[in-house]
């Protein structure tokens, strides 16, 4: 456990954020272009990085932990407070470029998932102000063709008919 196994993990993280961003992109893709029929199986593949994520971030939880006692830092210091505390020199670089890195992809993510957001409402209010526009009937029709309501159909039809 150190430097070089946190590392790891952070370019890992670095990794499933780039796929949560692209997974995130082709949402919003889908949404733009009405596509909707794989609207399901998109969030299903983002909600399993989602969860790779976490466990993820699990494990670099535990080893910022075993870094910061390495540093003589308390051992719930966050990532930030590790970097700070890291000796200058490549390590101390390395962590600084992952955390900008990091920082960089989940502002990315907040904005795309944002805009996301704001395109399933607008879907979501159009659907709506369809189904309010629709006018059901559940009335029924005598043997006549009048329906329950007294409204006469324009033209009759004959649905069944002997030759």
């Not at 051992?75 to 470029?97: H, K, M």
């Not at 395109?119 to 526009?133: G, K, V």
Request: charged residues 25%.
């Amino acid at each position: 456990m150190g430097m070089h196994e946190l590392s790891a993990l952070l370019w890992k993280e670095r990794e499933l954020l780039e796929v949560l961003l692209f997974k995130l992109e082709v949402e919003q893709l889908l949404l733009t272009a009405g596509k909707t029929r794989w609207l399901e199986r998109a969030t299903k593949e983002t909600e399993q990085v989602t969860a790779r994520l976490r466990d993820l971030g699990l494990a670099r939880t535990v080893e910022v932990a075993a870094v910061a006692a390495e540093l003589g830092v308390s051992e719930d210091a966050t990532l930030r407070e590790v970097v700070a505390a890291s000796p200058e020199g490549v390590w101390s670089e390395i962590l600084q470029s992952h955390l900008r890195g990091l920082g960089g992809l989940v502002g990315r993510i907040q904005e795309v998932r944002d805009q996301n957001v704001v395109l399933l409402r607008s879907a979501n209010r159009a659907t709506q102000e369809t189904l309010a526009n629709v006018a059901t009937s559940g009335g029924t029709y005598d043997a006549n063709g009048v329906s329950s309501t007294g409204a006469v159909p324009d033209q009759a039809r004959l649905l069944d008919k002997e030759v």
